[in-house]
């Protein structure tokens, strides 16, 4: 089975930058999206941004300008790097990769990014 492995989060100034890197543990071959999501404290799971298998990317409205993700098929990675942190940007940050056949999303253990003021 799949396990996604995620490193790179920790504890940062607002107006800094961190990278966030996840790795799958094997070749996938049926991906067809990968993403970064985030769970703050007391709220819901949100979307932060996606890449599909044609290169495509979309970002939440918070994060468009400051946050890039990038995908790197031969090592079964995807990394989301962080700049202009915010104090709001706090929160555990999950990776997930959607399959086909079978349909599936598959998510890291989470990786916690802190951002103080």
């Known amino acids: 089975q799949v396990q996604l492995v995620e490193s790179g989060g920790g504890l940062v100034q607002a107006g800094g930058s961190l990278w966030l890197s996840c790795a799958a543990s094997?070749?996938?071959?049926?991906?067809?999206?990968t993403g970064w999501y985030r769970q703050a404290p007391g709220k819901e799971r949100e979307l932060v941004a996606r890449i599909t298998n044609d290169g495509s990317t979309h970002y939440a409205n918070s994060v468009k300008g400051r946050f890039t993700i990038s995908r790197d098929k031969a090592k079964n990675t995807i990394n989301l790097q962080m700049a202009s942190l915010k104090p709001e940007d706090t929160a555990v940050y999950y990776c997930v990769f959607g399959t086909i056949l079978p349909r599936a999303d598959i998510w890291g253990q989470g990786t916690q990014v802190t951002v103080s003021s």
């Open positions: 094997k070749t996938m071959v049926n991906i067809i999206f």
